[in-house]
C-alpha cells in the first residue's frame, strides 16, 4: 500500500564525525552522482565530495567549513531521497531547514541536480568566503518538548534589547521547533549568551563555522549569489514547496523569477521559520510520513517538536511522540537504518 510523504531535507550540521562515509555507504550504487558532484568541485579547485565523504578522519576544521559541508550534505540528502523507494512512497510535498531549502528546490524539481549543486556550493563557498558573525543555540521547551510559559517572549524581548544598542547586532535567524537560533555579530551573541541561564551543561550552544545566516548581515552574501547563479537556472517544481515562511510553491503556478529572488534575497537576509514549514506541512497535505533525509538525525526532535507545538493527532509531548514512534513511526529519520528501511526496503 503506497504512504505519502512529506521530504523534509536538513541544513548545515548535521555532517558531523558518526557521518564520516555517509555516501559512501548508502550511495555507492550512484557513481553518477558523484562524478557529477566531483566533477563540479574540480573545475572550481576545490577538494571533491568523494574525497571529503572518504577522509580517514574527521576534521572538524575540514568538514564544517561551509564550501566542504554544504555539498557533502547536498550530495548525501539528495542521493538519500533518489533512494526512496516511489512505489510504494507517494511523495506529496517538499521542505527544508535553511540550507535544506537549496536541497529541496532540487528535490522538488525546482532546480536540476547539478543547478542545485550549484547553487548549495556557491552559496557555501560564499557563506565561507565572509564568515560574517556567527549563531547561538537556545531552547524554548522543557524536557518533555513542552513549550516553557513566557520563555519565548523573554528571548524576544532580549534580542530587541541587545540589538537596539549599538555596535550590538542580534537576531532570531532560525525557529527550529523546540529551539531557537540567534545569529549576529560578536558583540551581540556574546551579549545575549551572558544574560542566558545554562541548560543541560550544553547551551547556550555557539555553532562552529555558522555566519549570521537568514539575517540583514548577509545582504552582501545575497548580492553575490544573485550575480553568480542567473534566474534562469529555476523551474517549475514538480511538486509543493514550501519556504521558509511557510509559503506554497505549487507545480505550474509558480513565478520562477519571484522563486529565484526569494532563495537568494529573503531566504538569506531573513528570519527561516522551519517550525512553520512543517506545520504547515502536517495541516495542508497530512502525510503518513515525514520523512527527513540523511546525513545524521539532527533534525527529528525538531519536527517533532514543531508537531507538538500544534497538538499534531493529539502528540502532546516528547513521552507521547516516542511512544507513537514505537508503534507506527511518523517522522522517518532516512539517518537511521530501520527508519531507512520503511521507505527505501533497504538499509543501505
Not at 58 to 64: I, L, R
Not at 131 to 155: H, K, M, S
Not at 186 to 204: C, K, W
Not at 297 to 317: C, M
Request: proline share 5%; net charge negative.
Amino acid at each position: 500500500m503506497s504512504r505519502t510523504a512529506v521530504i523534509i531535507c536538513p541544513g548545515r550540521g548535521t555532517y558531523n564525525k558518526p557521518e564520516l562515509g555517509y555516501f559512501a555507504r548508502h550511495h555507492a550504487d550512484r557513481p553518477e552522482l558523484l562524478a557529477m558532484l566531483d566533477a563540479f568541485r574540480v573545475d572550481r579547485g576545490q577538494v571533491p565530495v568523494s574525497e571529503l565523504d572518504g577522509a580517514e578522519r574527521y576534521s572538524v576544521s575540514v568538514h564544517t567549513r561551509g564550501d566542504n559541508a554544504s555539498p557533502l550534505i547536498y550530495g548525501c540528502a539528495y542521493g538519500d531521497f533518489l533512494s526512496i523507494d516511489r512505489d510504494t512512497i507517494d511523495i506529496v510535498a517538499v521542505t527544508g531547514n535553511s540550507m535544506g531549502w537549496y536541497i529541496a528546490l532540487a528535490c522538488a524539481g525546482a532546480l536540476s541536480d547539478e543547478d542545485g549543486m550549484a547553487v548549495v556550493n556557491t552559496m557555501g563557498t560564499l557563506m565561507q568566503e565572509n564568515l560574517i558573525g556567527g549563531q547561538t543555540v537556545y531552547p524554548v521547551v522543557d524536557a518533555d518538548w513542552r513549550e516553557i510559559p513566557g520563555q519565548r517572549a523573554r528571548l524576544l524581548s532580549l534580542v530587541h534589547q541587545i540589538g537596539e544598542q549599538g555596535s550590538h547586532d542580534l537576531f532570531v535567524s532560525i525557529d527550529l521547533g523546540g529551539m531557537l537560533v540567534f545569529a549576529g555579530n560578536d558583540a551581540g551573541l556574546a551579549a545575549l549568551e551572558a544574560e542566558l541561564e545554562p541548560v543541560d551543561d550544553r547551551f547556550p550552544m555557539r555553532l562552529k563555522n555558522h555566519a549570521a545566516f537568514h539575517t540583514p548581515l548577509l545582504e552582501a552574501v545575497a548580492r553575490a549569489g544573485r550575480d553568480a547563479l542567473p534566474s534562469d537556472r529555476f523551474q517549475q517544481p514538480r511538486v509543493p514547496l514550501i519556504d521558509g515562511r511557510g509559503a506554497i510553491w505549487y507545480p505550474g503556478a509558480s513565478d520562477t523569477e519571484a522563486l529565484w529572488r526569494y532563495t537568494l534575497g529573503h531566504q538569506v537576509t531573513r528570519r527561516y521559520d522551519f517550525a512553520l514549514a512543517v506545520q504547515v506541512a502536517a495541516r495542508e497535505f497530512a502525510p503518513d510520513y515525514l520523512i527527513v533525509l540523511g546525513p545524521g538525525n539532527t533534525l527529528g526532535g525538531a519536527v517533532a517538536q514543531s508537531l507538538i507545538a500544534i497538538d499534531w493527532q493529539s502528540l502532546s509531548g516528547k513521552a507521547g511522540f516516542m511512544a507513537r514512534q514505537a508503534e507506527a513511526p511518523l517522522v522517518v529519520s532516512m539517518g537511521m537504518d530501520d527508519h531507512r528501511m520503511l521507505v527505501t526496503g533497504s538499509p543501505a
